[in-house]
């Protein structure tokens, strides 16, 4: 979240649970009543209708969830009903994962492990790092985020970056 405020993009954050299905992610159409007493589909954007996404414990999701989260990473769209919904640029997924031999865990097949850039693991901290994680957790220095190049600035310089040659 505070990389979006950075960057001045939009956030949410995804817990993913095994009883999460796909359209708890993408969204969903709604039935809604109008001002003139009759109805409407109405489309409620899920989690997935955001610039950077944080999916948390992905592996704890069934295949089918998984694989709709993948889905708009690869395409930069999602699909709900029959209408196709185009995810605003710059879209991200930063995504964590439970050990799989932990219950409750489903394993990322190698073909959807390649939608991500970087795998980093974070191993338990030894009894130094630990006590310093709650010495720094401990203290009330909140600090205010401000804006550092807006969503415009930013896709400027992706279309720069995508014109620079590299032998």
Request: proline residues 5%; aromatic residues 6%.
């Amino acid at each position: 979240s505070s990389i979006s405020k950075v960057i001045d993009l939009s956030f949410s954050r995804i817990q993913f649970t095994p009883d999460m299905m796909p359209a708890d992610i993408r969204g969903t159409n709604v039935l809604s009543e109008n001002e003139s007493g009759g109805t409407k589909l109405e489309f409620q954007a899920g989690p997935l209708v955001a610039n950077l996404v944080l999916a948390d414990e992905i592996n704890r999701a069934t295949p089918r969830t998984q694989a709709a989260l993948l889905e708009s990473m690869q395409e930069k769209q999602i699909s709900v009903g029959n209408r196709t919904i185009k995810l605003e640029e710059p879209f991200c997924v930063m995504a964590t994962q439970n050990p799989v031999e932990q219950e409750g865990t489903y394993p990322l097949p190698e073909a959807q492990m390649d939608r991500f850039m970087f795998k980093i693991v974070v191993t338990y901290p030894d009894k130094d790092e630990e006590l310093e994680i709650l010495n720094k957790m401990s203290v009330d220095d909140v600090h205010q985020i401000q804006s550092a190049i807006s969503r415009e600035d930013l896709m400027r310089a992706k279309q720069r970056v995508d014109q620079v040659y590299v032998d």
